[in-house]
Antibody, heavy 117, light 107 residues
Framework: EVQLVQSGAEVKKPGESLKISCKGS????????IGWVRQMPGKGLEWMGI????????RYSPSFQGQVTISADKSISTAYLQWSSLKASDTAMYYC??????????WGQGTLVTVSS | EIVMTQSPATLSVSPGERATLSCRAS??????LAWYQQKPGQAPRLLIY???TRATGIPARFSGSGSGTEFTLTISSLQSEDFAVYYC?????????FGQGTKLEIK
């Protein structure tokens, strides 16, 4: 069974750093792109970027380039999304999902990130 | 960046009736178009990929059509569990974008 399990909810202060994770199982983790999607409170879905864990090739949406870093450790089948300096506007639910061609077929349960002073 | 525009923003339909949701791309995305359903407190679920192929386990009442810039998701006979928010999403040249969503509500 394909599963993506994300790390738990986080509460951070502005300016702090954060790294959240997404662990894949039940399939060849290195053979599929993993994407990250943001959903701000009460809003729609935003495609942030993708990574190919096999060689760590990474692509970002122009809206998120320079704002976050996507990485992966294929030895432990885990992808990451990180911030070096959080802002209140980063408060959102973040989902990882597996890319099947152009679509996202399996999704993690989401990680809620709250940034507040 | 390719902009995806969904219409209408909200659609009110009675159970048992047909629902038709639209998605338009600002430039051609060929058939690189997917549809998702999201219920409150849940992660999105893939319904349709390649514009018209149902994902595993998706009931036959869900169908997708279109190519290029105009796409449609049709739910042939609405069940109570179908009332949710629906998103289209394109992926082209290493970039993806979602539409803003259509909320399907009970009339």
């Amino acid at each position: 069974e394909v599963q993506l399990v994300q790390s738990g909810a986080e509460v951070k202060k502005p300016g702090e750093s954060l790294k959240i994770s997404c662990k894949g199982s039940g399939y060849s983790f290195t053979s599929y792109w993993i994407g990250w999607v943001r959903q701000m409170p009460g809003k729609g879905l935003e495609w942030m970027g993708i990574i190919y864990p096999g060689d760590s090739d990474t692509r970002y949406s122009p809206s998120f380039q320079g704002q976050v870093t996507i990485s992966a450790d294929k030895s432990i089948s885990t992808a990451y999304l990180q911030w070096s300096s959080l802002k209140a506007s980063d408060t959102a639910m973040y989902y990882c999902a597996r890319h099947l061609g152009a679509a996202l077929d399996y999704w993690g349960q989401g990680t809620l990130v709250t940034v507040s002073s | 960046e390719i902009v995806m525009t969904q219409s209408p923003a909200t659609l009110s339909v009675s159970p048992g009736e047909r629902a038709t949701l639209s998605c338009r791309a600002s430039q051609s995305v060929s058939s690189n178009l997917a549809w998702y359903q999201q219920k409150p407190g849940q992660a999105p679920r893939l319904l349709i990929y390649g514009a018209s192929t149902r994902a595993t386990g998706i009931p036959a009442r869900f169908s997708g059509s279109g190519s290029g810039t105009e796409f449609t998701l049709t739910i042939s006979s609405l069940q109570s569990e179908d009332f949710a928010v629906y998103y289209c999403q394109q992926y082209n040249n290493w970039q993806g974008t979602f539409g803003q969503g259509t909320k399907l509500e009970i009339k």
